[in-house]
């Protein structure tokens, strides 16, 4: 059985991968990329990595193979054993194992294994669609300033002539200025005048309508018919759909220990309800953000178990 089909598709839902008895795999997010060199882009991506340290079986790989195989779950643990160990031994022998769409496997001088991941596949589903272009290449004109010969040649100044006219033929010029000037004045004052009238009878009755309503508040009586209701106020719960995963136990008894154990050593530990595959998730804790989650995931594989791992709740 070729198990790399059922992990592919886990990759898209999933940060971590773990295949019992080898390895797992881990997704990480990556923003989009700009290459300057080659004016490309790249739209954000699922980077996949290996750790071989984490050889547990949480029973995600197991479960996924027995729904899709129609098996049972004991038969699915050992068809994942018998590739296990098909991949071991070409290790082994220094052969290649090559995951289609996933990456290649080989060992190295000092008998690690190596990992090299494949970039034929986006694993992030938000990504889908995107693919990687490069941006053409914009050319720019420089506009040439043009040069304007001015013709420095003036022409000689004809003199100017200045006729006087005759006064008698625009002497009735100056009564009619008179009159217009005379009946501007007149249209000012009247203005004015209005103005102010209009401005004497706002006032009254401005005066008129504040001691109506000074009498009106001073005999209202007001009356409570009935009292608002009580409000009562719910803050939303945070969401924390992160999740750093110590452990996935078949025996309620061993994950309540683990609780006890993680709480008593200061974690915020906490138990998961049963899963649809039969085990009982503990938790070293949950958290808000991704980056949040990473950081304090670097931390327990330093001082508490490599085999931590990261759950994020889809919903």
């Given at each position: ?90 290790l082994q022998n220094f052969q290649q194992i090559t995951l289609h769409n996933i990456g290649m496997f080989s060992l190295n001088s ?72 005379g009946l501007g004045t007149v249209g000012f004052f009247a203005n004015n005048y ?122």
């Amino acid at each position: 059985m070729k198990i790399e089909q059922y992990i592919a598709p886990l990759l898209y839902r999933y940060q971590c991968v773990t295949v019992p008895g080898f390895g797992a795999f881990l997704t990480e997010i990556q923003s989009a990329q700009l290459n300057e060199a080659s004016s490309g882009f790249s739209p954000p991506k699922k980077l996949v990595s290996f750790n071989s340290y984490l050889k547990n079986n949480d029973g995600l790989l197991a479960n996924h193979i027995s729904q899709m195989e129609k098996i049972s779950y004991e038969s699915a643990v050992q068809q994942i054993q018998k590739e296990v160990a098909l991949w071991k031994n070409a290790l082994q022998n220094f052969q290649q194992i090559t995951l289609h769409n996933i990456g290649m496997f080989s060992l190295n001088s000092e008998g690690n294994i190596v990992f090299d991941a494949a970039n034929s596949v986006n694993y992030f589903t938000s990504s889908f669609g995107l693919t990687s272009f490069v941006s053409p290449f914009i050319k720019r004109e420089i506009q040439q300033q043009l040069h304007i010969e001015i013709d420095e040649t003036v022409e000689e100044e004809k003199p100017i002539i200045q006729l006087v006219p005759e006064r008698r033929q625009y002497s009735y010029l100056k009564y009619v200025a008179i009159f217009v000037i005379g009946l501007g004045t007149v249209g000012f004052f009247a203005n004015n005048y209005h103005q102010n009238q209009i401005a004497i009878e706002t006032q009254l009755v401005q005066t008129e309508v504040q001691k109506d309503v000074q009498q009106k508040i001073q005999e209202a009586t007001f009356f409570i018919q009935s009292p608002l209701p009580n409000v009562t106020l719910s803050v939303k719960e945070q969401k924390m759909p992160y999740h750093i995963v110590a452990g996935a136990f078949r025996n309620e008894r061993n994950a309540q220990r683990i609780y006890v154990k993680l709480s008593n050593a200061g974690f915020k530990s906490r138990r998961l309800e049963k899963n649809r595959f039969g085990l009982f998730p503990v938790l070293y804790g949950s958290y808000a953000s991704y980056g949040e989650a990473q950081a304090a995931m670097r931390k327990i594989h330093e001082t508490q178990s490599k085999e931590a791992w990261l759950l994020i709740d889809e919903l």
